[in-house]
C-alpha cells in the first residue's frame, strides 16, 4: 500500500504547475542541453593519415572516406555515374544519364570508351522502362549513336525490354518502346527477326498492344476495348509493325538471284559456300539442348516466318487492318500501307508448297 500511495504521489508532481517568482529564472529540465558555445573550429579526435598525392596534392583519408583536393580522373567519374543509375531519385538518374551522354558520344567521335561497351548498355537498356520521359529520351539518344555491332551483340536484351514496354500500362512507355524497336529494326533489323524468340514474342506484343485477338474455335475475331489505342499513338504503332513485318515478311535486297557467274568453276550461289559471318551459327538447331517450343525458336529462314505469321496471326491482322481502316484519316493511310507490307511479304507464300 505504501508503495501505491507513493507512485501516486510522483505521478502528481507531473501534473502540478510550478509556481514561478519574481527574479528566478525557471528551472531547467533534466535533459536539458548547453548550446551556448561558440567555437571557430570543429576537432575530430580520430586518427587522420596524410598521404601524398602522385599528382602533387594532399588527401586526408577519415576511417573509409578520402578528402582530395585533386579532381577524380574521367574513368572514376564515369563509373560513378553508371553506378547511378539505380538511384531511386528521378533528378540524380537523369543527371548521371546526361553525363554518360555526352561521355559517350564525345569518346566514341575521338577515342575509345572509358569502359567496355559491353558492360555499359545492360545498364542504361532497363531505363527504357522508366517513369520518366527525359531518361527514356536519353536512352534512344545513347542507342542512336552506338554501332550496329554492339546492338547486334545485345539485341536480346533489347528485345525483352522491347516487348516489356509494349505490355506496359502507361502509353507513354509503350510509344518509346515503339521508338527502339524502330531504331533497332533500322540498324540490326535481319538479326532482330532471327534471334531467339524475335519472331513470335514481338508479333504476339504487337497484338495484345493493338487488341487483336482471333478465336480459331468459333472462327471470329474480337478487338478489346480496353487494351485499344487511338490517335497518333496508333498511327505511330501500326507504322511500326509494319517495318516489322517488312524486315521479317519481305525480300530483301540481298536475297535477289545473284547473276550467274561465267568465271569456271564458280557456281551461281558462292555466298551460301563461304564461311559463316555470325557466332554460333547453328544454335537454331538445338543440337546439344531441348528443343524449344516455338516461341522460342529461331526463325532464319524467310519461308519459316512465313509459315508461323500464317499460321498464328494473319487472320487475327487481316481483320484488324479492316477493323482500322474503317477509321480512316492516319489511321486509314497507315493501316493500308501495313496490308501492302502484308500482302507483299505472304504474296508468294502458296508457291514454297506449305
Request: glycine share 6%; aromatic share 6%; hydrophobic share 35%.
Amino acid at each position: 500500500m505504501g508503495s501505491s500511495a507513493k507512485k501516486k504521489k510522483e505521478k502528481k508532481k507531473d501534473f502540478q504547475k510550478s509556481k514561478l517568482k519574481v527574479g528566478k529564472t525557471r528551472p531547467k529540465g533534466t535533459n536539458f542541453t548547453d548550446t551556448s558555445f561558440k567555437s571557430k573550429c570543429m576537432v575530430v579526435l580520430l586518427s587522420l593519415q596524410s598521404i601524398d598525392h602522385p599528382n602533387k596534392g594532399v588527401a586526408v583519408v577519415l576511417k573509409q572516406q578520402s578528402i582530395s583536393a585533386v579532381a577524380p580522373s574521367p574513368a572514376a567519374q564515369f563509373s560513378h555515374h553508371l553506378s547511378l543509375l539505380k538511384s531511386h531519385t528521378d533528378t540524380q538518374r537523369k543527371e548521371s544519364l546526361s553525363f554518360l551522354t555526352t561521355s559517350l558520344k564525345s569518346r566514341s567521335e575521338n577515342a575509345g570508351p572509358l569502359r567496355p561497351v559491353k558492360t555499359v548498355l545492360p545498364q542504361i537498356i532497363p531505363l527504357i522502362l522508366d517513369p520518366d520521359t527525359d531518361i527514356r529520351g536519353q536512352v534512344l539518344k545513347i542507342l542512336s549513336f552506338q554501332p550496329a555491332d554492339d546492338l547486334e551483340d545485345h539485341i536480346g536484351n533489347l528485345l525483352l525490354h522491347i516487348n516489356a514496354g509494349m505490355n506496359h500500362l502507361a502509353i507513354s512507355v509503350g510509344s518509346s518502346s515503339m521508338d527502339l524497336l524502330s531504331l533497332v529494326l533500322d540498324t540490326v533489323g535481319e538479326q532482330a527477326v532471327t534471334s531467339v524468340g524475335g519472331w513470335v514474342k514481338t508479333l504476339k506484343s504487337f497484338q495484345a498492344r493493338l487488341g487483336w485477338n482471333f478465336d480459331d474455335n468459333p472462327g471470329t475475331w474480337t478487338s478489346s476495348k480496353a487494351s485499344l489505342i487511338r490517335g497518333k499513338t496508333l498511327v505511330h504503332t501500326l507504322n511500326t509493325f509494319s517495318k516489322f513485318l517488312r524486315v521479317g515478311l519481305c525480300k530483301a535486297s540481298s536475297e535477289k538471284e545473284e547473276p550467274p557467274v561465267s568465271c569456271f568453276p564458280l557456281a551461281q550461289h558462292v555466298r551460301q559456300h563461304m564461311l559463316p559471318t555470325r557466332s554460333n551459327t547453328y544454335a537454331h538447331l538445338c543440337l546439344y539442348g531441348e528443343p524449344p517450343d516455338e516461341e522460342s525458336q529461331m526463325y532464319e529462314d524467310r519461308e519459316d516466318r512465313q509459315r508461323i505469321f500464317h499460321k498464328r496471326f494473319q487472320k487475327a491482322v487481316n481483320q484488324g487492318l479492316e477493323f482500322a481502316q474503317q477509321e480512316g484519316g492516319e489511321v486509314g493511310r497507315a493501316s493500308a500501307g501495313m496490308r501492302k507490307v502484308v500482302l507483299e511479304g505472304m504474296n508468294d507464300y502458296n508457291v514454297i508448297g506449305y
